[in-house]
T-cell receptor
């Protein structure tokens, strides 16, 4: 079956670095996506990886290893506004997104 | 710039009643989606439409129907609501199968 696993909750300190891991199993693969969702709001797109390696976008970076079925989202210089849920999603061979349950990131001052 | 608009934002509904959640986008995206989001679960696809005039079933389509008469509108109908349909519903759109989805603000539905 198709499955996405990511930690339920993580805690980090303002100014620090945090890595949110995601493992996936899908029928075919057409990319790995990360979305941010603040409480009570809609998800918003953060990043997309389809080739192995690191994609950097400001304070956020996303990594993909297709052979390991593994991705991570790296957040640097954490700010209080980064407190949110981070959703990992993999696109299968039918171009449908399979979503993880999300990782709630709590930032402490 | 509105993006995607959903209505209503919140609704309490008696079981057995019919309910339509509205979704309108102004980005001329060809693909639209309806998801439900429940605590502890990932977003689950209910129905989708790759282009106006076509629709498809997602992971959890039972009890829901959709239509796509034009590019902009993609309403979701619950023919006879049941308590298990209590959820937050998100409409989304994308240009093709890019995976970069634009979401509406959500409709919180409670079925009693």
């Amino acid at each position: 079956g198709q499955n996405i696993d990511q930690p339920t909750e993580m805690t980090a300190t303002e100014g620090a670095i945090v890595q949110i891991n995601c493992t996936y199993q899908t029928s075919g693969f057409n990319g790995l996506f990360w979305y941010q969702q603040h409480a009570g709001e809609a998800p918003t797109f953060l990043s997309y990886n389809v080739l192995d390696g690191l994609e950097e976008k400001g304070r956020f970076s996303s990594f993909l290893s297709r052979s390991k079925g593994y991705s991570y989202l790296l957040l640097k210089e954490l700010q209080m506004k980064d407190s949110a849920s981070y959703l990992c999603a993999a696109m299968d061979s039918n171009y449908q997104l399979i979503w993880g349950a999300g990782t709630k990131l709590i930032i402490k001052p | 710039i509105a993006g995607i608009t959903q209505a209503p934002t919140s609704q309490i509904l008696a079981a057995g009643r019919r309910m339509t959640l509205r979704c309108t986008q102004d980005m001329r995206h060809n693909a639209m989606y309806w998801y439900r989001q429940d605590l502890g679960l990932g977003l689950r696809l209910i129905h989708y439409s790759n282009t106006a005039g076509t629709t498809g079933k997602g992971e959890v389509p039972d009890g829901y129907s959709v239509s796509r008469a034009n590019t902009d509108d993609f309403p979701l109908t619950l023919a006879s609501a049941v308590p298990s349909q209590t959820s937050v519903y998100f409409c989304a759109s994308s240009q093709g199968n890019t995976g970069e989805l634009f979401f509406g603000e959500g409709s919180r539905l409670t079925v009693l």
